[in-house]
């Protein structure tokens, strides 16, 4: 019923940057937050970046100081501004949504994010 869509991947060198954005098909209003995973090939899924509907936001330690997470998530949109990127960032990058605490979220299909040496 709902469907998250993410865009903005792609390649990039060592210390260039990427935008990421997702947003809810139709009109998807009420989440109480949305964020971002990863998963590299061979790696544990990361949780990299979240945002709540009062804006605050949480980042993991290895992207904090290089990655921004903003948005409008009462209009189900949330980006991800990615500077300073180096090859260890490289992954599948999939946006999430929640509409409770405790509920199950929906997911993206994912941006494959590659940043070469």
Do not use: H
Request: proline share 3%.
């Amino acid at each position: 019923q709902v469907q998250l869509v993410e865009s903005g991947g792609g390649l990039v060198q060592a210390g260039g940057s990427l935008r990421l954005s997702c947003a809810a098909s139709g009109s998807i209003v009420g989440f109480v937050n949305m964020g971002w995973y990863r998963q590299a090939p061979g790696r544990q899924r990361e949780l990299v970046a979240t945002i709540s509907s009062s804006g605050g936001t949480n980042y993991a330690e290895s992207v904090k100081g290089r990655f921004t997470i903003s948005g409008d998530i009462a209009k189900s949109t949330v980006y991800l501004q990615m500077n300073s990127l180096n090859p260890e960032d490289t992954g599948v990058y999939s946006c999430y949504a929640r509409l409770s605490s405790w509920g199950a979220p929906f997911w993206g299909q994912g941006t494959q994010v590659t940043v070469s040496s």
